[in-house]
T-cell receptor
Framework: DGGITQSPKYLFRKEGQNVTLSCEQNLNHDAMYWYRQDPGQGLRLIYYSQIVNDFQKGDIAEGYSVSREKKESFPLTVTSAQKNPTAFYLC????????????FGSGTRLTVV | AQSVTQLDSQVPVFEEAPVELRCNYSSSVSVYLFWYVQYPNQGLQLLLKYLSGSTLVKGINGFEAEFNKSQTSFHLRKPSVHISDTAEYFCAVSVALRGFKTIFGAGTRLFVKA
C-alpha cells in the first residue's frame, strides 16, 4: 500500500545533539512537508519542498534543517540550535502544492533528556 | 492573511448524542476547506473536504460539514457519535493562490463518554 513512513516512532535526544527524523513516501507525490505539533497549538509548518533539490522555510524553521535529494525522501534534522525540540513531528505529502489534500505519516515523538 | 479558528478546544459528549465542532476562517480570496482527524500518537487522516459545488459535504465515518460563505464557517457535525470517535479534529484552510498556503486550526479534542 502507498503511504508515508516516519521513523523512528520515538526518539530521545541529549542536550547539544543533532538528530535526524526520517520521512519516506511511495505515493509519487511532488510536495513534502514537516510540521511540529505541540499541545493546544495545532500544527506549525517547519519546512516544505515542492520538488527535488528545492525546499522553503515555513513559519518556524529556526533550529531545523532539511534536504530533498530524492523525490521519496525528506529528512528533518533537529539541530542543537533548536532550544525547545521536545514535540511531536509530522511529515506530510501532496501531489503538488496546487493539490491541497495532504497524506500524513504517523509521526515521531522527540524528547530531550 | 488567512486564519483559522476552532472555537472549542475540548468537546465532551455522551455516546449516541449529536455533536458539532465549530470552525471559522478568514480570507480575502477563495478557499478550500478540510477537516482532518487524529487518533492518539498517529498522523492526521482526511475526514472530508470542500473544494467547490455543494456546500454540504459528506465524509467518512458518518461526518458531514457545511460551508457557509456568509458566515465564513465550516462546522463539522455527526448526528450520533460513538466511543471510537474520540480523537482530535483539525480544521484546515487552503487558499487558491500562486504556490500554496494551508493553515491548520489549533484542534478540537472530542471526548465521547459512555
Amino acid at each position: 500500500d502507498g503511504g508515508i513512513t516516519q521513523s523512528p516512532k520515538y526518539l530521545f535526544r541529549k542536550e547539544g545533539q543533532n538528530v535526524t527524523l526520517s520521512c519516506e513516501q511511495n505515493l509519487n507525490h511532488d510536495a513534502m512537508y514537516w510540521y511540529r505539533q505541540d499541545p493546544g497549538q495545532g500544527l506549525r509548518l517547519i519546512y516544505y519542498s515542492q520538488i527535488v533539490n528545492d525546499f522553503q522555510k515555513g513559519d518556524i524553521a529556526e533550529g531545523y534543517s532539511v534536504s530533498r535529494e530524492k523525490k521519496e525522501s525528506f529528512p528533518l534534522t533537529v539541530t542543537s540550535a533548536q532550544k525547545n525540540p521536545t514535540a511531536f513531528y509530522l511529515c506530510a505529502s501532496s501531489i503538488g502544492t496546487g493539490s491541497t489534500v495532504y497524506t500524513f505519516g504517523s509521526g515521531t515523538r522527540l524528547t530531550v533528556v | 492573511a488567512q486564519s483559522v479558528t476552532q472555537l472549542d478546544s475540548q468537546v465532551p459528549v455522551f455516546e449516541e448524542a449529536p455533536v458539532e465542532l465549530r470552525c471559522n476562517y478568514s480570507s480575502s480570496v477563495s478557499v478550500y476547506l478540510f477537516w482532518y482527524v487524529q487518533y492518539p500518537n498517529q498522523g492526521l487522516q482526511l475526514l472530508l473536504k470542500y473544494l467547490s459545488g455543494s456546500t454540504l459535504v459528506k465524509g467518512i465515518n458518518g461526518f458531514e460539514a457545511e460551508f457557509n460563505k456568509s458566515q465564513t464557517s465550516f462546522h463539522l457535525r455527526k448526528p450520533s457519535v460513538h466511543i471510537s470517535d474520540t480523537a482530535e479534529y483539525f480544521c484546515a484552510v487552503s487558499v487558491a493562490l500562486r504556490g500554496f498556503k494551508t493553515i491548520f486550526g489549533a484542534g478540537t479534542r472530542l471526548f465521547v463518554k459512555a
